[in-house]
């Protein structure tokens, strides 16, 4: 199953992406496809960068306050995968790049994700949507032996 996901992948996708840009060219030209992709690729790069801050910047508000930044690092992988995605040229790549960039639904999809690994478990029936900090609180008693 693997093998065929990954065949999917890199032979399906690039040829998906090669007919797209076939298309577009021959009815909008040639130049103006190239424009278009080299575009994307600029406009993408860059909120990309801007989004990356943004991610930074609360992961480091999160270990400030003595959290762990678990969703910030995995938005922040997932925002290197959107990079990429935004890099090549193409239009199905560009399109799921430009869609991950909305944080909300970036949020959705890694809970989504966490949650079908079983890394993301509700604590008490308690519902698990990281929207605000008090749903990152982990209670718990300690006890120091020395």
Do not use: H
Request: glycine letters at 8%; proline letters at 6%.
């Amino acid at each position: 199953m693997p093998l065929l996901i990954f065949l999917t992948i890199f032979v399906g996708a690039p040829l998906i992406e090669l007919y797209l840009l076939i298309e577009v060219g021959s009815v909008i030209g040639a130049l103006p496809t190239i424009a278009l992709s080299l575009f994307t690729a600029a406009l993408g790069g860059w909120l990309v960068r801007m989004q990356g801050f943004a991610v930074l910047f609360r992961a480091q508000a999160a270990m400030a306050a003595n959290e762990i930044p678990a969703i910030e690092l995995v938005e922040g992988a997932l925002l290197l995968l959107v990079g990429l995605a935004l890099l090549l040229p193409g239009f199905v790549t560009d399109a799921v790049g430009f869609l991950l960039l909305i944080p909300p639904l970036r949020r959705w999809v890694i809970v989504r994700w966490l949650k079908s690994r079983g890394t993301l478990t509700p604590a008490r029936g308690q519902r698990v949507e990281p929207e605000s900090r008090a749903d990152r609180i982990i209670e718990g008693d300690y006890r120091r032996e020395d």
